[in-house]
């Protein structure tokens, strides 16, 4: 009879912790929901579109006929098929290393200092954030579809495969660790499983993103940058191919997903 009452008493105890940790996640929703009301990233997109027309650097020319890999300047729908190889560079691009190549290329713009530096949010590497959120709306609402038909992106994929289940550090984490499995969160975060499609605007269909609790713009490069930094790994530069086989993982596991970006984050 005691051992009943207890059990009684336990599953009595699990339902009510059910019910409010259902409450808790409405709540979150909700204010995620007004969040998204006056997005600042708004503010980015407007300046990303003045400098993809304007003309910079010693060539003095725009980024207008900059190919994301749907031809010379095309711009909707080339989001959702990125990261994705490129003949002209014979590698595999992500939507930031992309927009370098073609700064470099044809505004004349020496990037490669910006990158060396892991400059986040300044510099050169703050304009390219502000493109790549303007290019990231012309896709808003577009289900991810990346190409995966050459050995280069099949590569790619593979190697970022090894990376997200890579242990290491002195946390002995990787990002399977928080991301590997359905259900889990930090405090009150819910943590989606990337290693499948984690459903529309979560995980990777959600960057770039503003973030609320430091006032800036986040690409995916600066997310994954400081997914390291918490893992207490090395922290990857701008652009890095690491950051990239990452995205291309994610990018490929979260077919059909529809975008968000830019969206906002707490």
């Given at each position: 009879m005691k051992k009943t009452f207890v059990t009684l008493a336990v599953l009595s105890s699990l339902g009510s912790a059910a019910v409010a940790q259902d409450a808790t996640m409405k709540g979150i929703e909700e204010y995620r929901a007004m969040l998204q009301d006056g997005n600042p990233a708004e503010l980015f997109e407007v300046k990303g579109e003045d400098?993809?027309?304007?003309?910079?650097?010693?060539?003095?020319?725009?980024?207008?006929?900059?190919?994301?890999?749907?031809?010379?300047?095309?711009?909707?729908?080339?989001?959702v098929e990125l990261p994705r190889f490129f003949k002209d560079t014979g590698r595999v691009q992500d939507l930031e290393s992309r927009l370098l190549t073609c700064m470099e290329t044809l505004q004349g713009i020496d990037v490669k200092k910006e990158v060396s530096q892991r400059n986040f949010g300044r510099g050169e590497t703050a304009n390219v954030v502000a493109l790549a959120t303007w290019?990231?709306?012309?896709?808003?609402?577009?289900?991810?579809?990346?190409?995966?038909?050459?050995?280069?992106?099949?590569?790619m994929y593979e190697v970022g495969k090894r990376l997200f289940f890579l242990r290491g550090g002195p946390h002995?984490?990787?990002?399977?660790?928080?991301?590997?499995?359905?259900?889990?969160?930090?405090?009150?975060?819910?943590?989606?499983?990337?290693?499948?499609?984690?459903?529309?605007?979560?995980?990777?269909?959600?960057w770039p993103a503003y973030r609320v609790s430091n006032g800036q713009m986040w690409s995916m490069q600066h997310r994954l940058n400081d997914c390291y930094r918490q893992q207490r790994f090395p922290e990857p530069t701008f652009a890095s191919d690491v950051t990239i086989a990452l995205g291309v993982y994610m990018g490929v596991n979260a077919k059909g997903a529809k975008s968000i970006a830019p969206a906002i984050k707490r």
């Amino acid at each position: 009879m005691k051992k009943t009452f207890v059990t009684l008493a336990v599953l009595s105890s699990l339902g009510s912790a059910a019910v409010a940790q259902d409450a808790t996640m409405k709540g979150i929703e909700e204010y995620r929901a007004m969040l998204q009301d006056g997005n600042p990233a708004e503010l980015f997109e407007v300046k990303g579109e003045d400098l993809w027309k304007q003309k910079r650097g010693p060539k003095n020319a725009s980024l207008e006929q900059c190919d994301l890999g749907k031809g010379p300047g095309v711009v909707k729908g080339a989001f959702v098929e990125l990261p994705r190889f490129f003949k002209d560079t014979g590698r595999v691009q992500d939507l930031e290393s992309r927009l370098l190549t073609c700064m470099e290329t044809l505004q004349g713009i020496d990037v490669k200092k910006e990158v060396s530096q892991r400059n986040f949010g300044r510099g050169e590497t703050a304009n390219v954030v502000a493109l790549a959120t303007w290019i990231s709306s012309q896709s808003r609402d577009m289900p991810f579809n990346l190409p995966f038909n050459t050995q280069a992106e099949r590569d790619m994929y593979e190697v970022g495969k090894r990376l997200f289940f890579l242990r290491g550090g002195p946390h002995d984490f990787s990002c399977a660790s928080c991301h590997g499995e359905d259900g889990k969160r930090i405090r009150l975060q819910e943590l989606p499983n990337l290693t499948k499609n984690p459903g529309d605007g979560v995980g990777f269909a959600a960057w770039p993103a503003y973030r609320v609790s430091n006032g800036q713009m986040w690409s995916m490069q600066h997310r994954l940058n400081d997914c390291y930094r918490q893992q207490r790994f090395p922290e990857p530069t701008f652009a890095s191919d690491v950051t990239i086989a990452l995205g291309v993982y994610m990018g490929v596991n979260a077919k059909g997903a529809k975008s968000i970006a830019p969206a906002i984050k707490r």
